[in-house]
């Protein structure tokens, strides 16, 4: 019954994520992209996919620090199942079917609710870090040294976690910044695409401009995938300096993008599940 229910809500997940990014390709934003912008897509989406990867194994990380050792893949076809659930309203139905399947798979179930609540602290804290990289926006300061603050910052929430915690937290962070990151990163290279000569900033302040934006669409509750709240603080950092349609195209198409890669990835668990891998 567990894993039936923790199915149910990866299925769920991919329902909706169906009906937003076809809800999202009739927007009017869309109507002067050609197929060439749309072909950039694809390697993001893989891209994205791939790091999935790190949240599966950061979790897996957090179970060893709660005493659960399962096999590295089982904690990737929980992982990749359950997470497309995180798009349907409510914004918990994904942690219930992780909680759910993981129980299902001989866990215990207070390690497993305990995991979670480590790896949404520890998402949060790694999202925060990448503040540092927005202090050029108000402060002249000079990009190594916000990058070195930045490091600095990630190793010393690292140190803290794994003494306080267990020893098995200390990747957990930097598997979430690297995810963070790389996120980041696609929205950067969306913007570029669109409008590359209204971007006065630097890679590092963008990416982690929508790493800010994410943490606290991630922290809003019931916000699915912190739809709506994204945009808002988006063009809130960089409305006066980069071009507001092309913001909203890129989270829009940076929507697109997360919402195929989770789809991937699910596909990918599911089938490995089914194989009995």
Known sequence: MLR????????AGVGFVA????REL????????????????????????????LLAAAWWWLLKAQGQVIPFAS???????????????GNVVHLAGRQALAVS????????????????????????????????????LPVAMVEVAFVISLLAASVAFSRLVSPHFKPVLWLHATFLAVSGLI???????????????GVHVVAAGFVIAWLIGFVTPGAPAGLGVRELVLLG?????????????AVVMSRIVTGLGDLIFYLLTVRKGVDGQ
Do not use: C
Request: charged fraction near 10%; proline fraction near 3%.
């Open 4 to 11: 039936l229910l923790g199915g149910l809500a990866g299925l």
């Open 19 to 22: 009906f937003a990014i076809y």
């Open 26 to 53: 009739g927007r009017d934003e869309f109507s002067d992209l050609g197929y060439g912008d749309f072909a950039i897509l694809l390697p993001l989406v893989l891209a994205y996919a791939a790091t999935n990867l």
């Open 75 to 89: 904690s990737v076809r929980i992982y990749g199942v359950s997470q497309m659930a995180k798009y349907v309203p």
């Open 105 to 140: 798979s001989g866990l215990a179930g207070i390690a497993v609710a305990k995991s979670m609540a480590w790896e949404m602290l520890a998402l949060a804290v790694g999202a925060l870090t990448f503040s540092l990289l927005l202090l050029p926006l108000w402060i002249d």
């Open 187 to 201: 929205f950067w290279f969306l913007v570029m695409s669109l409008s590359p000569e209204s971007l006065s900033h």
């Open 237 to 249: 950092l960089f409305s006066s300096s980069v071009d507001a349609q092309a913001i909203l195209v």
